[in-house]
C-alpha cells in the first residue's frame, strides 16, 4: 500500500462548514447624552473649540466643567490646557482659586481661528 503524499490530502480534503455565524457588526459609539450618535457635525463644534469657548467666557470653566463637555478625562483636559491653549496657541491662560474650585479662563486675547489649525491667528488690540 502506498501512503497518500500532501498534494493528494489536501486536494481531497474539503472545507469544514463553519458552526459559528458572522458577528454582527458593532454600531457606532453613541453619546451619553442622548443616544444619538457622537458627531462634530451635529453640534457645529470640535472639542477643542467647546473648551476654547468655555475658556473665553467671563466666569471661565473648571477641569470638571471641560471634561463633562468634551468627555475627556480630567488629565486630558489639563494636558489640553497645557499643550495646546499655552504653548501651541500661546493664549494668556489665568487660573482662580474660587469656592467652587480653580477656574481657567483665557484674558487678554481673541481667538479667531480653531485650535486645529498650524498658527494661531490673534487679533492684535494695537492695530
Avoid at 463633562?68 to 480630567?74: F, H, K, L, M
Avoid at 487678554?108 to 489649525?117: A, I, N
Wanted: charged share 25%.
Amino acid at each position: 500500500m502506498v501512503s497518500p503524499t500532501s498534494e493528494d490530502l489536501m486536494a481531497k480534503s474539503e472545507p469544514k462548514p463553519t458552526s459559528r455565524p458572522k458577528p454582527a457588526k458593532t454600531p457606532k459609539r453613541q453619546s451619553k447624552r442622548n443616544g444619538g450618535p457622537i458627531s462634530a457635525v451635529r453640534s457645529g463644534k470640535t472639542k477643542h473649540d467647546r473648551i476654547l469657548g468655555m475658556l473665553h467666557t467671563r466666569n471661565g470653566a473648571t477641569i470638571a466643567a471641560m471634561a463633562r463637555a468634551t468627555g475627556w478625562q480630567a488629565h486630558s483636559v489639563r494636558g489640553f490646557l497645557a499643550g495646546v491653549v499655552k504653548k501651541k496657541l500661546k493664549q494668556n491662560l489665568t487660573s482662580e482659586k474660587t469656592s467652587s474650585g480653580r477656574v481657567y479662563r483665557i484674558v487678554g486675547s481673541k481667538l479667531l481661528v480653531s485650535s486645529r489649525t498650524a498658527t494661531p491667528e490673534v487679533e492684535n488690540p494695537h492695530a
